[in-house]
T-cell receptor, first 115, second 111 residues
């Protein structure tokens, strides 16, 4: 079956711009989580959505937002981009919220570079 | 959330067994232990999960002592393709969605 699909794979944006990343979970998975990975901070949790509702939120500024659609696809948006937002953004899907069984399945990520 | 401590890096030769130990002294009664593997520019991949004693799957084994304050991921007969970063995570259903990844262990396998 198809895995978690993230688009685009690579993105270059200018400081001050905004960006929208997309994540399509595995078919049947209703939970989508977002993570930011940088060399300095490692993998950090952004937020999780389940049934179109945000269930958990990490410690990121309000410039980072997300949403989930009725088909479980999710988007995350970063406004007023800063150089420090350059990172690999990962999406993970799971059958249900907080599901520990078999863990979360991650996509290959979107590499965002802010110049 | 229980904090985990792992070695920053390990080296191994192809064909050897590799054991990566993770310390989680503050693990809660309802916490599970999960290990992920990550290759460069890819998302982490679930390897194995356990609560206590020993768990084995087609990829690895997970050993958890009775006090559960540590766990050991065992990779039998590693190959070059096992070169990756391995993360140990601790959490329960209530915290599972906020996976806390530590620095991980960078495993380098050579011939």
């Amino acid at each position: 079956k198809a895995g978690v699909t993230q688009t685009p794979r690579y993105l270059i944006k200018t400081r001050g711009q905004q960006v929208t990343l997309s994540c399509s979970p595995i078919s049947g998975h209703r939970s989508v989580s977002w993570y930011q990975q940088t060399p300095g901070q490692g993998l950090q949790f952004l937020f999780e959505y389940f049934s179109e509702t945000q269930r958990n939120k990490g410690n990121f500024p309000g410039r980072f937002s997300g949403r989930q659609f009725s088909n479980s696809r999710s988007e995350m948006n970063v406004s007023t981009l800063e150089l420090g937002d350059s990172a690999l953004y990962l999406c993970a899907s799971s059958f249900q919220w907080g599901n520990l069984d078999y863990g979360y399945t991650f996509g290959s990520g979107t590499r965002l570079t802010v110049v | 959330l229980a904090k985990t401590t792992q070695p920053i890096s390990m080296d191994s030769y192809e064909g050897q067994e590799v054991n990566i130990t993770c310390s989680h002294n503050n693990i809660a009664t309802n916490d599970y232990i999960t290990w992920y593997q990550q290759f460069p520019s890819q998302g982490p991949r679930f390897i194995i999960q356990g609560y206590k004693t020993k768990v084995t799957n087609e990829v690895a084994s997970l050993f958890i002592p009775a006090d559960r304050k540590s766990s050991t991921l065992s990779l039998p007969r590693v190959s070059l393709s096992d070169t990756a970063v391995y993360y140990c995570l601790v959490g329960n259903t209530g915290t599972a969605s906020k996976l806390t990844f530590g620095t991980g262990t960078r495993l380098q396998v050579t011939l």
